[in-house]
């Protein structure tokens, strides 16, 4: 089994910046894809980036330039650098990882910015 224990949400201000950390546990196969999804009220959720275990990542065309996902293969840890944020990038950011036929998901962390 794999448990995803997320860190780094909170409020800040439109501009300001926040770095969200996503430390999986469990069995972890050499080959899989850690990622970010956000839910904002009322919306659908939707991927913001990921990133495979060898480095390759996806953007979300909205994050584009402002954030940087990155992982630590040796933590098992994935990161999420968010800058120049928006009101509109509140949401509840939920942390994946994918691997062979199953998906597992933390629990979701508040990120709320504030005009």
């Known amino acids: 089994q794999v448990q995803l224990v997320e860190s780094g949400g909170g409020l800040v201000q439109a501009g300001g910046s926040l770095k969200l950390s996503c430390a999986a546990s469990?069995?972890?196969?050499?080959?899989?894809?850690m990622g970010w999804y956000r839910q904002a009220l009322g919306k659908k959720r939707e991927l913001v980036a990921q990133?495979?275990?060898?480095?390759?990542?996806n953007y979300a065309d909205s994050v584009k330039g402002r954030f940087t996902i990155s992982r630590d293969n040796a933590k098992n840890t994935v990161y999420l650098q968010m800058n120049s944020l928006k009101p509109e990038d509140t949401a509840v950011y939920y942390c994946?990882?994918?691997?062979?036929?199953?998906?597992?998901w933390g629990q979701g962390t508040q990120v709320t910015v504030s005009s």
């Open positions: 994946r990882l994918t691997q062979s036929l199953f998906d597992y």
């Open positions: 469990g069995s972890i196969f050499r080959l899989n894809t």
């Open positions: 990133i495979t275990s060898g480095g390759s990542t």
